[in-house]
């Protein structure tokens, strides 16, 4: 019988599942795996910090509904892999995290580089095991079984140090698993829900991330349409619908939340479709009424709400049945809807007489092309660009916010291009975030990524700013730096365009679009308009 190693094995299982790249830095154990990989069509990504790597691994995963893989090595490479890795089981993504860790002989000695990583991935993992020759098929299939399933998110998997070399039989390695079917919902549960929306004068839909992850946005658009009920959306659900829908009434959570306030005040009835709760609570926002939960996952609320009903099980199936039911016609004036979310925009694109964020905003929304994506980091500007930004379309505006990790937006374009090659990316970023991973320019500018990196710099860290002058303390310990943010026309090789007006912001984004590998734009802006669009109070 044909022999292979685990090395050989794993990788081969890997590629079985549809796996096209692996994120990492890798340590001396790691090069047996490397081998294995060099020979098929998957790519090993070496990047500048393990944080990057899982982040990498979490926007393919969310891209292509295959786990995103990433690895590291003992100790700090681990640690700092869990960062990422954490990120992927709040924002729901389905990823594969491969550590290198001690042989059995050294577990629980004083060795170096040695902690527990069980112990370390338990909290921020959907499962934690290690790996060896007799469970290699169990451990292996389970993994892809888990992170896939519903809710989906990150399974970790110790690499011994010294079982790469281990043999197993020609016949181990792993094929395609299928994804575990979600239940049905329950009969009883969707009457119920059936006749709450049809005692309602005035529901209001909220929809979440799970809706835009499960692909259904067009049945989703069809139950709005025939029913004409106005819509909000979570920051993860963005382009689900279109900004410039009738019946889209905004963004809650992001800037401005308070104007767009006046329209779910009036609802007699909240309707959350997949609604994910770590995005942003219920009870953060929703007026005093009954909730119809409908979800893959039961709802998550404080006692003392009034949750009138929840339909539990597959989303598809509870949304074809709404889409079947004769509803009456609501009480709601579309023009009143429309003219909310005007006034939203218009507040938005606030004028300083300085070039701002929502200026650059604005023009990025004006020059990019057709086929985009967008991936924004966290910080201030990430409130206004998650209610201003106009998405294309589901997964074309990429963000954390179950997370919320700063740092995010560089690593995630990169995995974004990789995945959606054809797609213009561009990355937002404030200065603060960037600095946490800017080392990943040189990944994308090795690998020839044509990435747009929107640096817009005011100085500080503006979102924790905002909050100390709402607690009307003094600012202290936001401040990044004095004179210039890049005083060159390249950072680490790659070009440094200038952005300080709107011609320039124009002119600038241009040259970007037009190069063929990673461009930074350094935006100066005047970061004072965060005080007045970023929300205290959703209710």
């Not at 990422?84 to 389905?94: H, I």
């Not at 005040?265 to 009870?283: H, K, P, T």
């Amino acid at each position: 019988m044909r022999m292979a190693t685990i090395a050989q094995q794993l990788i081969k299982s890997l590629e079985a599942q549809g796996v096209k790249y692996v994120f990492g830095i890798p340590g001396g154990p790691s090069i047996p795996y490397m081998e294995a990989m060099r020979n098929t069509d998957m790519e090993f990504v070496l990047v500048s910090n393990e944080q990057s790597a899982a982040i990498m691994a979490d926007v393919c995963g969310r891209l292509t509904g295959i786990p995103g893989v990433c690895h590291a090595t003992f100790g700090p490479g681990a640690t700092n892999l869990a960062t990422g890795v954490g990120g992927a089981l709040l924002d729901r993504s389905p990823l594969i995290a491969l550590t290198t860790e001690v042989k059995d002989a050294d577990l629980g000695r004083r060795v170096q580089m040695n902690i527990d990583h069980q112990a370390l991935y338990k909290p921020i993992t959907k499962w934690t095991t290690r790996l060896s020759r007799s469970n290699f098929g169990e451990t292996m299939a389970g993994a892809f079984k888990i992170a896939s399933a519903e809710v989906p998110g990150p399974v970790h998997i110790g690499l011994p140090a010294n079982i790469d070399g281990e043999v197993l039989d020609g016949d181990s390695v792993v094929g395609p698993v299928e994804k575990e079917p979600i239940p049905a919902p329950v009969a009883a549960e969707l009457e119920r829900a059936a006749e709450l929306i049809k005692g309602a004068k005035k529901p209001i839909l909220a929809i979440g991330l799970t809706a835009v992850r499960q692909g259904l946005h067009p049945i989703l658009r069809r139950f709005i349409d025939q029913n004409r009920i106005p819509v909000l959306l979570t920051p993860m659900a963005k382009g689900l619908i279109a900004p410039t829908h009738p019946w889209y009434a905004g963004v809650i959570f992001h800037a401005l939340s308070d104007l767009v306030a006046p329209i779910y005040r009036q609802a007699d009835l909240v309707i959350g479709i997949g609604y994910d709760s770590i995005e942003f609570n219920y009870e953060s926002w929703m007026p005093c009424v009954p909730l119809l939960h409908i979800d893959t996952r039961p709802v998550d609320i404080p006692p003392g709400y009034d949750v009138a009903g929840e339909v539990i099980g597959d989303l598809a199936q509870s949304i074809e049945y709404l889409v079947s039911l004769p509803l009456p016609e609501f009480n709601w004036q579309v023009e009143e809807v429309k003219a909310n979310t005007a006034l939203v925009f218009e507040t938005l694109t606030l004028k300083t007489g300085a070039f701002n964020p929502a200026d650059a905003i604005r023009i990025l929304q004006e020059e990019i092309p057709v086929d985009h994506i967008i991936t924004g980091d966290v910080g201030a500007h990430l409130h206004l660009l998650g209610q201003l930004w106009k998405a294309s379309g589901p997964n074309r505006f990429i963000m954390t916010n179950g997370w919320s990790a700063m740092g995010f937006g560089v690593p995630a374009a990169i995995g974004a291009k990789l995945c959606r090659p054809d797609s213009m990316v561009v990355c937002i970023t404030g200065d603060g975030g960037f600095l946490m991973n800017c080392g990943e320019l040189m990944t994308a500018r090795r690998l020839g990524l044509h990435v747009v990196i929107i640096v817009l710099c005011d100085r500080s860290l503006s979102l924790i700013e905002v909050k100390q002058n709402w607690k009307q303390v003094p600012l202290y310990g936001t401040g990044l730096y004095e004179g210039d943010y890049f005083s060159a026309g390249h950072f680490l090789g790659v070009p440094v365009l200038a952005a300080h007006d709107e011609a320039e912001m124009r002119e600038s984004l241009q040259t970007a679009f037009a190069a063929k590998g990673p461009v930074i734009i350094e935006a100066v802006v005047d970061g004072s308009i965060y005080n007045k669009l970023i929300t205290r109070s959703y209710k």
